[in-house]
């Protein structure tokens, strides 16, 4: 193995998804300037995400069905005048 390749802040970070309020701990070399109390009573630097495995719709089962078929109506309604 290469010798000084890694950082040296690498270290145990929480990270805290800000949409859902779920947290877990991980390992990271993020530059942050809070940090927070974790499950063992140790204080750990915090990361705040925007989206997560917690939230995202492919992780959760959640995802959004577009409905295509009234869209391509719609257009269809729209620019029909022009095909004429």
């Given amino acids: 193995m290469k010798k000084d390749i ?17 947290s877990f701990l991980g390992k990271s070399c993020a530059a942050t300037k809070e940090t927070t109390t974790w499950e063992d009573g140790k204080e750990y630097p915090l990361v705040k995400m925007e989206i997560s495995s917690f939230s995202h719709p492919y992780f959760t089962g959640q995802i959004k069905l577009v409905d295509t078929a009234g869209r391509i109506d719609k257009f269809n309604k729209r620019f029909s005048k022009f095909a004429k």
């Fill in 6 to 22: 890694h950082p040296a802040s690498y270290r145990l970070v929480v990270f805290k998804d800000i949409s859902t309020d779920d």
